[in-house]
């Protein structure tokens, strides 16, 4: 199935806020959008703040957009993952 890597800007906010995030987006994905899968996001810190890379499964990419916007966090890149690499 094509997984999708996002990118977005979350600023300066607590862990308990992104654990907030996490939640909610769990809540709105199981409730609307059962056909993708949340993999994992790494938070890094930039001079703007936090950024999140999340990663998604999901047979289209109009639904993993379409949850993004249902969530409220912008999306700033959007891609398919072509493949992996590991050591």
């Known amino acids: 199935m094509p997984r999708y890597l996002l ?3 979350v600023g300066d906010v607590t862990r308990e806020y992104l654990d907030r995030i996490a ?3 769990t809540e709105i994905r199981l409730a609307r959008f059962p056909q993708i899968e949340w ?3 790494h938070i890094v810190r930039t001079d703007n ?3 999140a890379f999340c990663l998604y499964e999901s047979p289209n990419p109009e639904s ?3 949850h993004a916007q249902a969530l409220g966090l912008p999306v700033e890149r959007f ?4 493949t992996d690499l590991s050591p």
Do not use: I, P, Q
């Open 49 to 51: 703040g936090l950024k």
């Open 23 to 25: 939640a909610h987006s």
């Open 39 to 41: 993999e994992h996001t």
């Open 7 to 9: 990118e977005r800007t």
């Open 64 to 66: 993993v957009k379409a």
């Open 79 to 82: 891609y398919e993952v072509e």
